[in-house]
């Protein structure tokens, strides 16, 4: 199985910060890396897929790169709304699908 | 517009087996494979496997395998989710997620409300 590994696992930021969140696999899966945003008692939202794609209404500030083994989630300038925790997922070799552990973005 | 409406919350006993049930609508149900996902309490994401509503096909995650089953009605867009000899560990959110059979991306653009599993003496 592919492991993801998402460092780090939380995160004190304040409003308006730039933030960088970043998402290792195990092995090579191309750019077939998904992120999303989970809030406290919601199912998660898709944020980014295929690595870089923005996802339809999702603000612009969110942002992915990366291929390979290494990808990032970058957020431009953080707003109150996007304290949140965020999971990366793999889609290249299933099953089965895996997910970091997540990120936990507090309020500093 | 899309929607995927789960069963209520189920609160079952230590051996006992649980059905949850994932309903769709707003778009065609066989043009999307439908996934189980698992989320404990304050712990991550687990996939538990997949099925395609279309020919009713599945695949399971090793860890599930002999104790889940996943089927599937196409009469009424519905897909369920059956796991059986339920311990304290299988406490959960349950959640039905989407992915598009034409897109090999693989992302979930689509998440049921989740159902929580509760299981205690």
């Known amino acids: 199985d592919i492991q993801m590994t998402q460092s780090p696992s939380s995160l004190s930021a304040s409003v308006g910060d730039r933030v960088t969140i970043t998402c290792r696999a195990s092995?090579?899966?191309?750019?077939?890396l998904n992120w999303y945003q989970q809030k406290p008692g919601k199912a998660p939202k898709l944020l980014i897929y295929?690595?870089?794609s923005l996802q339809s209404g999702v603000p612009s500030r969110f942002s992915g790169s990366g291929s390979g083994t290494d990808f990032t989630l970058t957020i431009s300038s953080l707003q109150p709304e996007d304290f949140a925790t965020y999971y990366c997922?793999?889609?290249?070799?299933?099953?089965?699908?895996?997910f970091g552990q997540g990120t936990r973005l507090e309020i500093k | 517009q899309v929607q995927l409406v789960q069963s209520g919350a189920e609160v079952k006993k230590p051996g006992a087996s649980v059905k949850v049930s994932c309903k769709a609508s707003g778009y065609t149900f066989t043009s999307y494979y439908m996934h189980w996902v698992r989320q404990a309490p304050g712990q991550g994401l687990e996939w538990m496997g997949i099925i395609n509503p279309g020919g009713g096909s599945t695949k399971y995650a090793q860890k599930f395998q002999g104790r889940v089953t996943m089927t599937r009605d196409t009469s009424t867009s519905t897909v369920y989710m059956e796991l059986s000899s339920l311990r304290s560990e299988d406490t959960a959110v349950y959640y039905c997620?989407?992915?598009?059979?034409?897109?090999?991306?693989?992302?979930?653009?689509?998440w049921g409300q989740g159902t929580l599993v509760t299981v205690s003496s």
């Open positions: 092995q090579s899966i191309s750019s077939f």
């Open positions: 295929a690595a870089s």
């Open positions: 997620a989407r992915t598009s059979y034409y897109d090999s991306s693989g992302y979930y653009d689509k």
């Open positions: 997922q793999q889609s290249y070799i299933t099953p089965p699908i895996t």
